[in-house]
């Protein structure tokens, strides 16, 4: 057998050696920019303690799902589950190191090698892991998922991934072949081999992974499902033999010997439930409660924890009001500014929100990759073959967001709305707006959350000076996701993540390619030449940060000035966070994004000292 195996090994190799470049190394991780901070032979990432000692259960809220099948377009996959990626089920080739820029270690890949135009990568697995069944984890298993994925799964996932081919070598390697688009880099294969779960082939080799299930599957992870009830939890237990326990990236890790999702489909009811001490930890999004809703008595014993954590992993939009050009009445650039002047942030942030947030004026709001002043002429040389198609301010004006005094009934802005969509053949008649056909500019807001009204009453409010009638569409989580899904909305309150610090994402969100394809991020409906041939420019730029910061500005300043949507509140570099104080965690924090819970553990003796009663 062994024989037979090295046989062939030299066989394939010797049909791909063209491919393969004799001169490269194989890694053990990979670094977009710089060079990697941990050696081959290091212990452990420096924000965990492999010391922790493990135990205790740790209680979260869930959101509602309706399905455990992964890349799955149909049913809603629990969202909890994915935290951190690829989740606690199943392993992925690589993990990312949360204290560096862009880096990634070995995790089910003992090491790569990556070819010199990066049009083939090889995979060499660990021969040491296996799935919670026992049955080595093996080359098979990676093409199966990652032809499952380019093949067969939701849209997002098909085309974040350029696979061309992928060949099993022997049993532990593999050698990808990626097409050869231009600007292909690293990041194009990186992010999904590092976040992509791989699937079992031997268990959904007799299962259908185009249906929806419940039913526990297979996994690799340090989490199993112990216990599922549908609507109401979901429980994981450690596995004490975890394949990958050892693992440098991984000790100190995974030390909750059970984690229990509570699904709340109410926000105020998971609140209410977390100062109750029924949930352990919270992220909370909600200035006004984060300023006034946790002064109780908990607090002043030391009990309740606020704090902020890291995230400086997104750029883009923590909220945004995106509006579907797909739709007739929305695909004119004049309507959309005008409805971008009818919505007064300055009024919302003071009145709602007590001047918690600060505005963002760019897609890439907060790194150098922000577009501001006028066009450089590393811009200009991207855009001027466009100049026609562009809006005439992009090349004479800053882009700046209408801003209002804050008090409300701000008359400027409206009547400048009103002269747009007179521009655009809309006009009031007996207090509604109308189009020469008499068609009544109706704007429906599709949501998931009643949380959103706060944003949007205010708004509707306004449209209503204009003679725009507006509705909010509240749904439940699978109505919502099918209806996004088949792109049936006017507009929707989203958040729009790109990812950090290059927004990898981007293509996503704006390629043409996109722009029709179920389920796709491009929520907008852009199919935009000038958008593509930008996000070409970004993405061949690589490592080259004076061309990147050309092609991402002047992409900016093309996504504002055709007011796809309105950008309401940036993300933030720390998050805010509340806890009940029964836990141990590392002394350092990492850099870029706080490991919860990751590198945490429990403490009994804290957690002794709560007592709920009365608070």
Do not use: C
Request: aromatic share 12%; no cysteine.
């Amino acid at each position: 057998m062994l024989q037979n195996r090295v046989v062939l090994r030299l066989t394939v190799l010797l049909l791909v050696l063209p491919a393969v470049a004799e001169d490269r190394t194989w890694q053990h991780g990979v670094s977009m920019f710089g060079n990697l901070k941990y050696p081959p032979d290091f212990m452990h990432l420096e924000y965990a303690n492999p010391d922790a000692p493990k135990g205790g259960t740790l209680v979260l809220a869930g959101t509602y799902f309706t399905n455990l099948t992964p890349f799955l377009y149909r049913g809603v996959y629990p969202r909890f589950m994915l935290t951190p990626p690829p989740g606690p089920l199943y392993d992925s080739l690589f993990v990312p190191a949360n204290d560096e820029l862009y880096s990634v270690y070995g995790n089910l890949a003992e090491s790569i090698r990556i070819g010199n135009d990066l049009s083939t990568v090889e995979i060499r697995l660990r021969d040491n892991a296996y799935w919670h069944d026992g049955v080595p984890i093996t080359a098979k298993d990676v093409k199966f998922t990652f032809d499952h994925v380019t093949t067969s799964s939701m849209s997002g996932a098909r085309t974040s991934l350029p696979i061309e081919s992928i060949e099993i070598l022997d049993e532990s390697e593999l050698l990808f072949r990626f097409r050869r688009i231009s600007g292909l880099n690293k990041r194009d294969f990186m992010g999904p081999m590092t976040y992509f779960p791989i699937l079992p082939e031997h268990y959904w080799r007799k299962r259908d992974l185009s249906e929806t299930t419940l039913k526990a599957p297979l996994g690799s992870g340090p989490y199993r499902i112990a216990d599922l009830k549908q609507g109401s939890s979901i429980l994981l237990e450690r596995v004490p033999d975890y394949w990958g326990r050892h693992l440098s990236v991984n000790k100190g890790r995974h030390n909750f010997d059970f984690i229990r999702y509570d699904i709340y489909r109410d926000e105020t009811v998971a609140f209410e439930a977390f100062l109750k001490g029924l949930l352990d930890f919270r992220t909370e999004v909600d200035p006004y409660r984060w300023r006034t809703a946790y002064d109780v008595p908990a607090r002043d014993r030391g009990w309740l924890i606020m704090d902020q954590h890291n995230s400086q992993v997104r750029s883009g939009f923590q909220s945004a009001l995106v509006f579907n050009i797909r739709r007739d009445k929305l695909s004119d650039i004049r309507v959309r500014e005008a409805l971008m002047l009818a919505f007064d942030f300055e009024w919302t942030n003071r009145v709602v929100f007590i001047d918690f947030f600060g505005r963002p004026g760019s897609y890439f709001s907060g790194s150098p990759l922000a577009a501001r002043g006028l066009p450089s002429q590393g811009e200009l040389e991207l855009l001027e073959p466009f100049r026609q198609e562009l809006p005439a301010r992009l090349f004479s004006e800053p882009f700046v967001l209408p801003k209002t005094t804050g008090h409300g009934r701000y008359r400027p802005g409206l009547v400048r709305a009103r002269e747009l969509f007179k521009e655009a053949g809309w006009t009031i008649r007996d207090g509604v707006m109308m189009n020469t056909s008499g068609e009544a500019f109706t704007l429906e807001f599709l949501s998931d959350s009643p949380s959103k009204k706060r944003t949007l009453l205010p708004y509707m409010d306004q449209l209503r000076q204009l003679g725009i009638v507006s509705n909010i569409r509240l749904m439940d989580s699978a109505q919502y996701v099918n209806r996004t899904r088949r792109f049936d909305y006017d507009a929707l309150l989203v958040a729009v993540p790109f990812g950090f610090p290059v927004p990898s994402g981007i293509i996503r969100h704006f390629h043409s390619n996109a722009a029709n394809t179920r389920s796709s991020a491009n929520l907008v409906g852009v199919s935009s030449p000038v958008v593509d041939t930008l996000i070409v420019a970004l993405r061949e730029s690589g490592d080259d940060l004076e061309r990147l910061t050309a092609a991402a500005r002047a992409l900016d300043r093309t996504l504002l000035w055709r007011h796809y949507m309105i950008p309401i509140f940036g993300w933030q570099q720390q998050g805010n966070v509340v806890y009940w104080d029964k836990f141990g965690r590392p002394g350092i924090d990492a850099k870029y994004l706080t490991s919860f819970p990751d590198t945490w553990w429990w403490d009994g003796e804290r957690a002794s000292r709560i007592h709920l009663e009365g608070n």
